[in-house]
């Protein structure tokens, strides 16, 4: 079983967004800070415990280029359906 996408969020005002992925019993959510310009991937073996960060890495808007977003969203749809 792959991770299935659980809610998909965007704040418009901010530029912000995140995905929020299950699979079984373990969370992953994939954050873009548009303010700071930062992408964050964090985990979760329980809903109610807070979410651990995994990778942080400021990329600048630049790098989120239609090449480099095909290369992650390839990446990702091995995991995730």
Same mark, same amino acid.
Do not use: C
């Given at each position: ?17 995140y995905? !929020?992925?299950r699979?079984?019993? *373990?969370?992953? $959510?994939?954050?873009? %800070? ?17 979410? !651990?960060?995994?990778?942080?890495? *400021?990329?600048? $808007?630049?790098?989120? %280029?239609?090449?480099n ?9 091995r995991?995730?359906?």
């Amino acid at each position: 079983m792959k991770f299935a996408l659980v809610e998909d969020v965007y704040d418009e005002q901010v530029g912000s967004r995140y995905a !929020h992925y299950r699979k079984d019993n *373990q969370d992953v $959510r994939l954050v873009w %800070d548009g303010k700071e310009e930062w992408l964050v991937l964090e985990s979760r073996s329980d809903p109610e415990i807070a979410w !651990h960060e995994l990778a942080i890495e *400021q990329i600048g $808007r630049k790098t989120a %280029d239609d090449t480099n977003i095909l290369s992650l969203r390839t990446a990702l749809r091995r995991y995730i359906h």
